[in-house]
């Protein structure tokens, strides 16, 4: 296919050759993971500049020697025990908002489920397992916001630059705090890795760490709202959490497709892949593969072949952060599922148009005015 800038890329949309290439970072490289998908004028260019920004490959984006160092750092303090001592304290803060939002509703009065209960809680949660800058959540969810647009939507000129002050300015936020932050910024420091390593790192992780969880929760809860049956599964027990979280993955993920770019020339499932060639990894596709799946495009959760969507990635790049993400969807799920019983649906989300990231913008419910029981 061509883009909107007319770059030719290759679609792979088949479960089993999504995996392929996933599996083999020697044939297909992650390097072309975070470049711009619209290129930046030298306009733009220059305002990163002037902020001093610079991303130099560290985890998604990096096939060097220095990448299962880093990513071992980072996936340390996201340590699966490190993680599930944090669900008691989520519990009791999402269990708090959904029954001040369950009465809202009640009075008839709509809720955003987007900004009343998912957009904050992966930043919170992160900012109890990782050491991050001093700076307010609204701050951190623009720059992330910012960030997923320049870099994967097709934007024009004043939108870049615009995208491009924001972030720069996020970026000076976080050199400061790499120079003297402490945890992981300061493990990095202390493994030997440069600034810039150090700042590409938490880049990373205050985008792909918190933006992609709360918009997989928006988007489920909105699925959810129109799976009664679900639901109800969930209500008497016949249905787990943790498949409805899988199902979710596989049916909503928040990252749509991921690429590579082919390091030598090679065959893919019969077509040939020359060397240089951008791949665009169809995830969302992947999981609704009826190879591998039963119902494919049915929100089934627990059905055959539902746990093996690609929606992490897979590999040595597979991402460090699912345990995590899937206790807080876990939580989300069994704790705010009920308030969907009864509910119209004033405001699906509404996803921009973006090559990798859904970033859907509210999710707006209303309820019947009565009481529930
Ligand atoms: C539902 C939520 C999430 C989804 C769907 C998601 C998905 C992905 C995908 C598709 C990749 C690329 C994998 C590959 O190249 O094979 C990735 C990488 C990564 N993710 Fe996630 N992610 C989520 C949440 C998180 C969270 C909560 C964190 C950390 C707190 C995180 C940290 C990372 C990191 C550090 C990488 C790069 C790993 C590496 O290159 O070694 N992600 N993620």
Redesign the pocket.
Known sequence: MSDHVGVRHLVVTRHALVRQV?ADPVTYR?DN?LDAVTPMPVTALRVLAGHRFRLPPT????SGAS?PE??AI?AAA?HPELVGAQRPWLTALVRDRVARLGTRLDTGAPVDLYADLAADL?LLT?AR??ELPDAPVGAVKEFARAALELFWAPLDTDRQLALAAEVGRFHRVLRDFAATGGGLAGELRAAGHPPDVVVG?LF??LV???E??S??LTLLLHRLAGEPAVRAGLRTGDVAVADVVEEG?RLE???VT?R?VAATDSTLGGTAVPAGSSLVLW?ARAGRDPAVVETPDEFRPGQRGSRRH?????????????V???M??AVVVAEAAPLLDGVTVVRPPWCPDNLTFRMPDAFVIRGTGLMRS
């Open positions: 996933l992650p993971a985890l998604a984006n990096n990448h880093i990513r980072v996201l992966p992160l397992l990782v790192a990373f992780l792909a760490g918190q992609t969880t918009q997989f993955l993920p928040p990252i991921w590579r995830l690609l929606s992490f990635g897979a590999g040595a790049h597979r991402c460090v952060g699912d995590l993400a899937r807080e969807a």
